[in-house]
């Protein structure tokens, strides 16, 4: 049977921590008790081994774990929940957590819009924002009104869906717990949004061969993960598990599996027009095979690749298949190769702590070593990133001279020095020229007056790209999935700036971000346009979200040549060393054959 208390993850317990922090900060308490808190929830947020099962000792040694934040994790790793935590919120007006997600407004505001206009939730807020009646509110302009409704609106329109950073993790955890419970399952896999590497997903489809389904589905409802079983067949079952997510299983027959597993990956948009291209061949393709209409005979298939060349097709990739042209491609030979995780070489966006990043500069090259890196860029913040600490010019020459240090005593791994450098307001850089001419790699990135209007951000961002200097602009967009909406801006005339300055735009591939998203990618390529993907790591465990951004690439159809860091790192030397409007005529012509 399903566990009554299911084992809380390090997320959770961060979370709780982070829900108190703003529950008190609400409610008025002292700063002293709220900062414990929320001070706790970013120690979770680092740890490198699960709370719900640490010993008492080893919590006592976190930093500012006292009795107080000592007996609470010990109560919600017994009980699955925290008495404290539930009286807070029963004393609160409902509604006051979900509101404080909404970037720009925080729990003091938050709780006066729920005691003095009454507004309990998203919606609510909504229309209490469209009415002009939130604006009764101290410090709140129309202004201010506005841009809350731009992020909140982006939030709305997310609905229930999860970001495929919280989503992946889990799907790929549940099938190695099923693969250790029972033996003779094949071909175990997702399907549906997240095989495509849809940004946000909502429920999990998962597929598998097996000489006796229902033993795979005894196992797969009772894993210990499993909070709640919504549905068990012989040979399909749905549940919930602690995480909160569903996941449906299938155990289809060896036969039949490439056919459903094309069937369940989608896009539904996707399968009508392959099914619509099997009837003008004489076949009705359906989940089981093809079966020919005239004389009712199926045919079975090994692999999706045999179901697209039954069809005249070359294999179209998961990423692609959203009926955004794809097939007209497929039909032309005009498929792009699309980039893979193999394909990249290094990492442009690293962070230490020497600024915000959460472990020492030795300890994150040895994880990006790890993770397979030829080189990497450690680009900590600049000196207006007052809240991540960034560095002064003197400390950048410091940091400068530990990377280079570094560096030299290193094999297998080169480092680059660089920065993440703040494009100010008025479009002028946050380090003088002679400090930048120091640096190898230099990302720049808006980090402040994101309510600037269209116009003014566009010429912010092309201003900064006109400098000799700054090699790439940084998650462009600043959104944050589903809490922080993009900022206002032309993004054609930033590309045609792009080309024309040879600056590259990041694929930040930081899963709270996925910026720039597949549509933007796409768009970009059409323009001209080349890139970087960057990891934006602040923790040692991080350079693994690499994947994320190279499957938002692959949405956007980008092929390996148009990412600079595909190059080896010898060559990729050779591209920062040359002139900046060289840059893309270099790129261009470099060849990416193995």
């Not at 506005?146 to 709305?156: F, G, K, P, T, V």
């Not at 499993?226 to 012989?234: A, C, L, P």
């Not at 890139?531 to 994320?548: E, M, N, V």
Request: charged share 30%; aromatic share 6%.
């Amino acid at each position: 049977m399903p566990s009554a208390s299911p084992r809380l993850q390090n997320s959770d317990f961060a979370r709780i921590f982070d829900d108190i922090a703003t529950l008190l900060q609400a409610r008025g308490d002292s700063v002293f008790k709220t900062r414990a808190y929320s001070r706790a929830a970013d120690a979770i947020g680092n740890l490198q081994f699960e709370l719900a099962s640490a010993p008492e000792d080893q919590l006592r040694a976190l930093p500012g774990f006292g009795d107080a934040i000592v007996s609470k994790v010990q109560e919600l790793a017994e009980t699955g929940s925290l008495q404290f935590f539930e009286k807070l919120k029963a004393e609160m007006p409902s509604g006051i957590l979900e509101i404080t997600k909404v970037p720009g407004i925080g729990p003091k505001t938050a709780m006066r819009a729920a005691e003095e206009l009454g507004i309990d939730s998203r919606e609510a807020l909504k229309a209490s924002i469209e009415s002009g009646e939130f604006e009764k509110l101290p410090r709140i302009s129309k202004k201010v009104a506005q841009n809350i409704l731009r992020h909140l609106e982006s939030r709305i329109s997310q609905g229930e869906r999860i970001p495929i950073g919280d989503v992946l993790p889990e799907a790929e955890r549940v099938m190695a717990a099923l693969n250790d419970a029972i033996t003779g399952i094949r071909n175990l896999t997702y399907a549906g949004s997240l095989r495509r590497h849809r940004e946000t997903i909502g429920d999990i489809d998962m597929l598998c061969s097996a000489d006796d389904p229902a033993a795979v589905m005894d196992a797969f409802t009772t894993l210990p993960t499993v909070k709640d079983v919504m549905s068990k067949g012989d040979t399909k079952s749905m549940v919930v598990m602690d995480s909160g997510l569903q996941f449906d299983l299938r155990v289809v027959p060896d036969a039949s599996f490439a056919a459903t597993l094309l069937y369940f990956t989608g896009s539904k948009e996707h399968g009508i027009r392959l099914r619509d291209r099997a009837n003008r061949r004489g076949l009705s393709l359906n989940e089981y095979g093809a079966k020919n209409i005239e004389t009712d005979e199926i045919e079975e298939f090994s692999s999706e690749e045999e179901i697209y060349r039954r069809l005249d097709l070359p294999y179209i990739a998961p990423e692609l298949r959203e009926d955004s042209g794809e097939l007209e491609a497929a039909e032309a030979g005009e498929l792009p190769v699309l980039i893979t995780v193999d394909d990249v070489k290094g990492d442009l966006h690293s962070h230490t702590d020497w600024t915000d990043g959460r472990f020492p500069m030795e300890e994150m090259v040895k994880a990006a070593q790890d993770a397979g890196f030829e080189y990497l860029a450690i680009t900590d913040h600049s000196k207006s990133a007052v809240v991540a600490s960034g560095l002064s010019v003197k400390k950048l020459a410091e940091h400068n001279e530990a990377v280079r240090n570094l560096d030299a005593k290193l094999d297998g791994i080169g480092l680059l020095t660089g920065t993440e450098m703040d494009i100010l307001a008025d479009g002028s850089l946050d380090y003088p020229d002679e400090a930048l001419a120091e640096l190898d790699v230099v990302l720049g990135s808006i980090h402040s007056s994101m309510d600037q209007d269209g116009p003014t951000m566009t010429a912010r961002i092309i201003a900064a790209m006109e400098s000799e200097h700054l090699d790439v602009v940084a998650h462009l967009t600043t959104r944050l999935i589903g809490r922080r909406a993009p900022v206002e801006l032309d993004f054609d005339a930033i590309c045609r700036a792009a080309v024309e300055t040879g600056t590259f735009l990041e694929i930040n591939a930081s899963t709270a971000r996925l910026d720039l998203k597949d549509t933007h990618i796409r768009r970009a390529i059409e323009l001209g346009v080349m890139f970087s993907i960057g990891t934006d790591s602040h923790r040692i465990h991080q350079f693994a979200d690499l994947r994320y951004g190279v499957g938002m690439a692959r949405r956007g159809w980008c092929p390996p040549n148009r990412v600079v860091n595909t190059l080896p790192h010898a060559d990729f030397l050779k591209l920062i060393s040359t002139p900046k409007a060289d840059r893309y005529a270099f790129m261009e012509k470099y060849d990416h054959q193995p």
